[in-house]
């Protein structure tokens, strides 16, 4: 059985192509998605991410729980509202997920996870603080939060668009620096997404969604699929977990090393592999030289320094040109020119550091 | 969906249209642009090669995924549609008109043996 967001049947009105998406039955586009790509690069768009999970750590002990739970350091958050990206590790450094933590209070962090992990994040996460109420005595309690629903509108007008249409949504959220949220009674604001564009993820009770979703469109933010939103991200040079990376590989072999605080003192779940065990591989971005093709997940790529594998592959709206990510071998550099196989062909791409766009503008020549 | 009926179809949702010439012209259903999404990229077969029936012989690369693209019956490729590699939107606007190529048939009666209009509404579910 499918499950369905509160959103569901306003996507069907609008003629959506539905798909499943990790059980979930999800928009995939609602007519050309390379045009809803152009919408939230150039004015605004928005996506229905209510499949993802919101889970809410409330009572004393969050930071000192999340300091051993999370790869990356939450004492970076100080002020209320700061968002951290962490993954979540295996002992042996695998990726069991990626997700965002708000620190709202002492006793009160909200996590957001993919919605096909989230019940494993929350099996995992449970027996992790049931490891530490035998040791150090109470822990917070996992609180998942399954009657709010989530609307990312993103994009170059996509914060004074819901300005227009919530009423108080301006006054509790025109101070947001990025990668910050702030609460608005039963709802909640974070200056987020997944776009490399400017614009909110909404998170509010499951019986406003459609009506906050009807506003958006009223006042012209347009409806994007997740057909938009993988182009988007991959531009971005943002990770999708279960295909740049999952629990065979590690945060330093994708990409994430920056969200992995190896400097401090601080021990977490994972710490002790990642030490022992320099990483082989790395993930880097291509674009495609030669015509012939679209760059896609497991094409093989040949380097001077051995094979690889692209992970993830589109064509880019932005660049006009297919862009991917890869875990190649350590030694491979921005500028190398490395062969992917594609059908029968070889075909030439370059290595490039990501993100291939972002704000509206191509960041790769 | 749009399904002219005036063409044959395969129920891999390649559409044959009938010459005055003898020869028959292929392209893609509207319901395959509808559901490939974006075309960006086609890939069609060498100008004299002889294919046999639901043979692969051309690809259409969405942004979303790669498809094959099958010779509804046997023949002789006789003509590409070259607009396509600069343009493979083109299929997306209006796929009865952005053919894909064009065979000459090594059975005059094979194109009556496809699925007719209402056959191929029927297998896409819009009969």
């Keep these: 059985m499918q499950r369905q967001t509160p959103l569901n049947a306003v996507h069907r009105a609008a003629g959506a192509r539905m798909v499943d998406f990790g059980g979930w039955d999800m928009p995939v586009n609602y007519g050309s998605q390379i045009e809803e790509h152009h919408a939230v690069r150039n004015a605004a768009g928005m996506f229905d991410v209510s499949h993802m999970r919101v889970v809410d750590l409330e009572g004393p002990g969050g930071r000192d729980f999340l300091r051993c739970a999370l790869a990356n350091n939450v004492d970076k958050l100080r002020v209320p509202g700061k968002a951290l990206y962490s993954c979540l590790l295996r002992e042996d450094g695998g990726v069991i997920d990626d997700l965002i933590v708000y620190f709202l209070r002492e006793d009160f962090f909200r996590l957001v996870v993919n919605a096909g992990t989230a019940d494993k994040d929350i099996a995992w996460l449970r027996q992790l603080l049931a490891a530490r109420v035998a040791a150090s005595g109470p822990q917070p309690t996992l609180v998942p939060r399954e009657d709010l629903a989530m609307i990312a509108m993103q994009g170059p007008q996509a914060r004074a668009k819901l300005w227009q249409v919530l009423p108080g949504s301006q006054a509790c959220s025109a101070a947001l620096q990025p990668f910050m949220g702030a609460v608005m009674g039963d709802a909640f604001i974070g200056r987020t997404g997944y776009t490399g564009e400017d614009g909110f993820e909404v998170m509010l009770p499951a019986a406003r969604a459609a009506a906050l979703w009807n506003a958006l469109a009223g006042a012209g933010v347009r409806p994007c699929g997740l057909g938009a939103r993988d182009t988007l991200r991959l531009e971005a040079g943002m990770n999708l977990y279960g295909q740049d990376m999952d629990e065979t590989v590690n945060p330093l072999e994708s990409g994430l090393a920056w969200t992995v605080d190896l400097a401090s003192p601080r021990d977490f779940v994972g710490k002790a592999a990642l030490v022992a065990a320099p990483p082989a591989r790395q993930l880097t971005g291509l674009v495609l030289v030669d015509k012939g093709g679209v760059l896609r997940a497991h094409q093989a790529v040949h380097t001077a320094q051995g094979t690889g594998e692209i992970t993830s592959g589109t064509f880019s709206p932005t660049l006009n040109q297919s862009i991917a990510l890869a875990r190649l071998p350590i030694g491979v550099a921005p500028g190398d020119s490395v062969r992917v196989a594609i059908r029968d062909k070889q075909l030439a791409a370059r290595v490039v550091k990501p993100p291939f766009a972002r704000h509206g503008k191509a960041l790769v020549p | ?127």
């Design chain 2, 1 to 127: 969906m749009n399904v002219p009926a005036n063409l044959r179809y395969t129920a891999s949702h390649e559409w044959v249209k009938n010459e005055d010439d003898g020869t028959v012209t292929i392209g893609i259903t509207d319901h395959a642009q509808s559901a490939l999404g974006d075309l960006v990229y086609v890939e069609l077969p060498a100008l004299g090669r002889t294919v046999a029936a639901a043979e692969a012989c051309a690809v259409v690369e969405s942004v979303k995924a790669a498809s094959d693209i099958y010779a509804p019956l046997a023949g002789e490729v006789v003509a590409i549609n070259e607009a396509l590699a600069a343009t493979p939107e083109a299929v997306n606007e209006d796929a009865y008109a952005a053919w894909l190529f064009k065979l000459k048939p090594a059975d005059a009666a094979a194109v009556g043996k496809l699925l007719d209009a209402a056959a191929y509404e029927a297998t896409i579910g819009e009969a």
